[in-house]
């Protein structure tokens, strides 16, 4: 299969099962809303050594949220739902609550899960938070030096997936580098997924634990390093000097198709892109399988 | 006293004694060296509930660095050196080795602590990665699916202080913001410190401690919030309904007293700022005293 | 009538027709499409000095435009078609073919109006342009140093209207500026429209003419100025001291009414806003009136 | 001769004689600073079409101008100051004392040549301007809607440099791309020089006239086009797919070498580049050669 004149392996993606709390904040600006979102899903890359994975779903006007604001939808995510009330709550109360202008609401008010994040939240007010009705949401409010913070009472959670992805196989760094930049730009505009790691690219794919070292959980995917290809460990196809992977994690199957694809067709546009193939471990890792040529079939 | 007719209160911050490792991010561009620092610095606001305190203290252009690429510097700050180890070690490795195209570089090579995370960072690399001098220092080189990843063997760290700050008192919330980010742009430019809230600014200035609940280490300092003025709890000037802190940390005394000026005339700059104040609680919380009108007299 | 406690005067936005043309950047990544359009509509704030009107309407993913590739509507507006054409060809001439990896599309294909902007490019390949079917459209390949540009051979173009507007009254300048740039980029999520000053914001709203200088088409709208209260000369509300013009030119009379709504709903929801009003000459100016309170009853 | 692997040829960049004005934008922030200023400099890369040639020097810190508030640092050019007069007049016009809160400041105080733009912005007053000492500049204060305009009555003007240049050919459009926007980074922290094409950026570089259509000014530098292999018109190094041209106009020699300098040695990082050469016409365009290898040597 091609695209563009990329070809696309024949391979699948596989995530596994992960505990997803979505939250809306909304500030007095996008950039606002913004910089709230950037710290609060900050260190959350992987589960493997960061307390969550964490990132940025998108954007949305003002006239799409509760309080007339612009906004930002974020995904906190995590192995289980005792961890994931943990993180939300220290995320939500040391990012979001210290964030100029913000407040929260509940992104997923019709999940069974729902966490009391804003009530706790609400303990900061020292006696003084009180609960009432803010554009129609429960909510508790807690006087602060700026002002006051609205937080809706319950903040909802699912379960999720993480681990979708796919690999942008490239001629040089910045041609794997741009293609990823523009996968990522689009998937940022589809609704229900994030892509977790530094401006949502992963330089170092990685493979789970490792042939040399117990004590580690993962180690680079070595077969995709370019640099290792003298002893026949990269089996990458020539040419291939920069490899990318998107990791996006989601609440559901159909958002992680959905952005899959548009992240493929989007970065196949770019010159100098090879091949698209995507990371998997034989069925070790995760019951989730996202198989290239039926998503873009 | 009074810059640009804005009245400085005679009064002090309070800091307290912090550990500080400072790392040096370059990047392809600084526009990816700037993803890598966000990432890293990331739900990094308080030691309360994040797991470290973090921020960004400056871009660096690429003529300043050792491998001649654009750079930014940020700080990790924990309260124990032990614990800062393992801080460095995590975000390090999650969220700058996994980051398109950075290498990290020693910050404080002159300092006396030094934690080796470049050689445990080479684990990743399975028996692949090497020693090799790099750009003058001491590396580990590191085979990614990007290609190698390099990483100066140590990273350098020093008893530092956090909690440098001032309260900006404004006539809303639009004015005091407006300061808050001009006083942050202007801090970014230092050498230094970092603001390691979101977007340099606290929405939610606090006490040590809780009058009403005993699980809380710090609630809202209600004495400074706008809405709470009908009982007389709060006691700020009339005219004041938003105030906003910058908190800044910092590798030595020089250097926040040198942010805390640059940031206070640069919010003195902005119409509708009434008073500038700080956040003191009578050397309960540290040994560390700026006194504004001493600073900027 | 209020919104948000923010008062809207009874009154009404002048228009004047303008002939509006309509293109389609694409680009390899959102970031060059903007730039390009950034410097396209660059010195092109009011016809009265300026060679042009000009601005960026919206970006729009990549899945919707003809090659796949992420793209920003720009609108360039003139008094006559003759002056349009001419505006039209030097700013994609100079501005568009020579920014990076750009291409550019009919953004009013169905226009009875069209210009044959794209044939003409293609005299800069100095006879190794060539016509070809791109993605659909007619279209000119002109060799470049960075590769290949694609221009369609045809731009639309429409009689639009040119100075729909609102006022934003606030308490000081960060308040009315922070609700100007929340009511742009509320604005710039809309598709038929551009705000064509700087930001999108404007600082001198103006009135037609001089009352002391005939040499000047347009003074400063003194009776908004809030520094000239001494002598009665301002007449705005007590309070304000800061008035910031939001200037809205569109294809169409529905979509200038769909962005001032817009945009006037978000500016009240920022604090500190007082009143919003509107600019009009008493018909002198031009035959589009833009009443508020029809616009937002 | 190679830097970083990179290839550079043994051959000179062809600027000419323009003149330069240089003006000092400061604003309430850095981001408004820099939209005025994005606004003034638009349709402004080449006098071949613009009305005249303009970019974005570089960005000051608060505490390096006159009035205390974040700067930045534009030049305006054009081919005599006749019309460079009239150009200037027009951009500080219609783009800054439109944008908000601005104020401007002369760049060059100490040139022979000073034009009274400040002053005849005040006209815009409509007889309500006054002269008044401001940050110990001679100015003119004009009330406007948003509060008071501050203009420096003169700003200063120079017999500089415009086309100095560096072609940077790449193994693919990404990868030149990249380079470009490292090296533009690097000049835009250089005095004394702006990159007047969009992003700093040319996609287009051209040569004087044209083989074929006896209007044309300037048409493509075929020699350098790579579709243009087959019949050998091309003559770029094999492998070389995609070549991006920097131009710097500057206030003088010496900033133009250093920018130059800078801009190259930045490009040399990135992965993809082969070869680094320069524009030049034979001494038809202008007097001023810059030789690479003089330069970097």
């Not at 930049?181 to 892509?195: K, L, M, N, P, W």
């Amino acid at each position: 299969m091609e695209i563009n004149g990329v070809q696309i392996e024949d391979t699948y993606a596989e995530g596994f099962p992960i505990k997803v709390a979505r939250v809306l904040i909304t500030a007095i600006s996008q950039r606002w809303a913004m910089e709230a979102a950037r710290e609060a899903t900050g260190f959350g890359t992987s589960v493997i050594m960061c307390p969550a994975e964490a990132g940025i779903e998108c954007t949305v006007p003002a006239n799409e949220t509760p309080d007339g604001r612009p906004g930002v939808y974020i995904q906190i995510c995590n192995m289980g739902y005792s961890k994931l009330e943990g993180s939300l709550l220290a995320r939500m109360g040391q990012c979001v609550l210290t964030a100029p202008t913000t407040a929260i609401f509940n992104g997923l008010p019709e999940a069974e899960k729902q966490f009391d994040t804003g009530f706790k939240l609400g303990f900061f007010g020292d006696g003084y938070q009180c609960d009432l009705d803010y554009c129609g949401r429960k909510a508790c409010r807690i006087p602060l030096m700026e002002g006051d913070f609205m937080a809706e009472h319950t903040i909802g959670a699912v379960d999720g997936i993480a681990g979708g992805n796919f690999y942008i196989e490239g001629q040089n760094q910045a041609a794997s580098l741009t293609a990823a930049e523009v996968a990522v730009d689009e998937i940022r505009r589809q609704r229900g997924t994030i892509t977790p790691f530094p401006g949502g690219v992963v330089a170092s794919g990685s493979k789970v634990g490792s042939e040399k070292y117990k004590f580690m959980k993962a180690t680079s995917n070595l077969n995709f390093c370019p640099s290792l290809r003298e002893d026949g460990t990269c089996t990458l196809p020539a040419g291939v000097t920069s490899v990318y992977e998107i990791v996006i994690n989601g609440i559901d199957r159909a958002s992680i198709e959905n952005s899959m694809r548009a992240g493929i067709k989007a970065a196949c546009t770019v010159p100098g892109i090879l091949r698209i193939s995507a990371g998997n471990f034989g069925g070790k890792l995760g019951p989730h399988h996202f198989h290239l040529h039926e998503l873009l079939g």
